[in-house]
């Protein structure tokens, strides 16, 4: 897992995250529509998306086997969890054809909050629960770039 905030990246970030949060920066304003962007095809795109955050105990982990995630902040805040231990038997088991498992929760999970332009990278099998609220509900706005991997 990578933390960041895409107005101050760092040098040693690898190129390719690098490349694609410069093109979300580029690419994407407020009128970008919901939903799927190419970049390269099947091996990197972005998902943009408005969500309201729910209370973590209504969130589910997930992680992916094939596509890294770029979870990226435009607009609003979220609570992130993520776990530093291997995930349990997902409850739902979608990785052969959609790329996510869902479970519960990670083990020992953890708690990061972003705000508009932070970023965090999650590799595959790397457990992670999105839109979780940070005080009351809120709507947030953002972009997944999707990274093939493995």
């Known amino acids: 897992m990578i933390v960041g905030n895409i ?11 690098r490349q694609a949060i410069d093109h979300i920066k580029a690419h994407v304003t407020d009128a970008t529509p919901l939903g799927k962007h190419d970049i390269d095809g099947s ?11 729910e209370p973590f105990a209504q969130r589910r982990a997930e992680y992916h086997a094939r596509y890294l995630d770029i979870q990226i902040v435009l607009k609003g805040q979220e609570g992130m969890t993520f776990s530093t231990q291997p995930a349990g038997q997902p ?7 959609k790329d996510i498992a869902f479970l519960a ?27 979780c609220v940070v005080g009351a509900p809120a709507k ?9 991997v493995a």
């Open 105 to 131: 929760q990670g083990a020992q999970e953890k708690t990061v909050v972003l705000n508009e332009g932070d970023f965090v990278v999650f590799y595959p099998g790397e457990v992670h629960k999105p839109l």
């Open 91 to 97: 409850d739902t088991d979608w990785l052969a054809d």
């Open 140 to 148: 947030v706005r953002k972009a997944v770039v999707k990274m093939l």
């Open 43 to 53: 091996r990197v795109f972005y998902l943009i998306s408005e969500d309201t955050t």
């Open 7 to 17: 107005h101050h990246l760092q040098p040693w970030l690898a190129q390719e995250l």
